[in-house]
């Protein structure tokens, strides 16, 4: 079936490829990029900084956690370094399962699907928003529920933006995990008055988006015990010894990591 890319309305996967650099995107999504630079000239950097927690936050769960499979919803258009080739430099034979609901990430998908011989990757074409699918597809039935699962939601819940939605999305995502699954998210944060601005040109533009207090971000991790240093600026979560120095006030992104107990 052909993929409708519908590239006249901007849309939050291709603005955020243009603005990391990349080729996929379309005239009404640099127009939004453009407008949104304005209102929040750091965003480029905050975005980069929160690729860099991806990276961190993937390498924490596989390595500290030990944990070998890998839900990722709201990938985005593959940029190096994709998930699975952070977790995989741990564990060759981790599996990962990627999921968006953009069709232009659809059409991008096979640069996601580059497993190690001994894991895989599998990419699901699915809306957060409907969990019971995203559970039940067969490509999230491959994993084994049996052992723990590490879900990623990764500069996305900004754009659920009502918190009892937000609430139910994350509870019937974890229920069906074992005790030491993960949950690892970042957010756009409501104490960076730049992201505050950032956040109202998306809804201006049709997609609406909603910053977090850090109250409100720990809020979403529900019963899960959230691991030190609990909820950060994303480039003061676990930083390491080569991370470039980013000064606070460009960042607009907070996040932490749970552990189901
Ligand atoms: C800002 S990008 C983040 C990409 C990547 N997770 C990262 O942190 O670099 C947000 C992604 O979430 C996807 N997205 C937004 N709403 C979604 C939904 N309801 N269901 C599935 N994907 C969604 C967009 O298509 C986009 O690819």
């Known amino acids: 079936m052909p993929v409708d890319l519908n590239t006249a309305v901007p849309h939050s996967a291709r603005i955020y490829d243009y603005l990391l650099g990349g080729k996929d995107n379309f005239d009404a999504d640099r127009k939004a990029a453009a407008d949104i630079v304005k209102a929040s000239p750091s965003l480029p950097i905050s975005m980069r900084a929160n690729r860099d927690f991806l990276a961190r936050s993937a390498r924490f769960l596989a390595e500290d956690l030990g944990i070998r499979q890998f839900l990722d919803i709201g990938t985005g258009l593959p940029t190096s370094p994709n998930l699975h080739e952070v977790v995989q430099g741990v ?77 139910e999305i994350i509870d019937a995502l974890m229920a069906p995990l074992p005790a030491g699954s993960a949950l690892a998210i970042s957010t756009v944060t409501a104490h960076n008055p730049q992201a505050v601005q950032a956040a109202a040109v998306y809804t201006a533009r049709g997609i609406p988006a909603k910053p977090r207090t850090d109250d409100q971000l720990r809020g979403l991790f529900r019963d899960l015990e959230v691991v030190e240093p609990g909820v950060q600026l994303v480039h003061r979560w676990r930083p390491e010894p080569a991370s470039a120095p980013v000064e606070d006030f460009h960042v607009q992104m907070s996040g932490a990591v749970g552990i189901k107990r």
Do not use: C, W
């Open 91 to 167: 564990d060759p034979a981790s599996k990962v399962v990627y999921v968006d609901n953009d069709p232009i990430v659809l059409v991008h998908a096979r640069a996601l699907l580059t497993s190690s011989a001994e894991g895989s990757t599998a990419y699901l074409d699915a809306d957060l928003l409907d969990v019971e699918k995203i559970i039940n597809s067969a490509e999230v039935r491959d994993l084994d529920f049996s052992r723990p699962v590490a879900v990623s939601l990764l500069a996305i819940m900004q754009f659920v933006p009502d918190e009892s939605r937000a609430y």
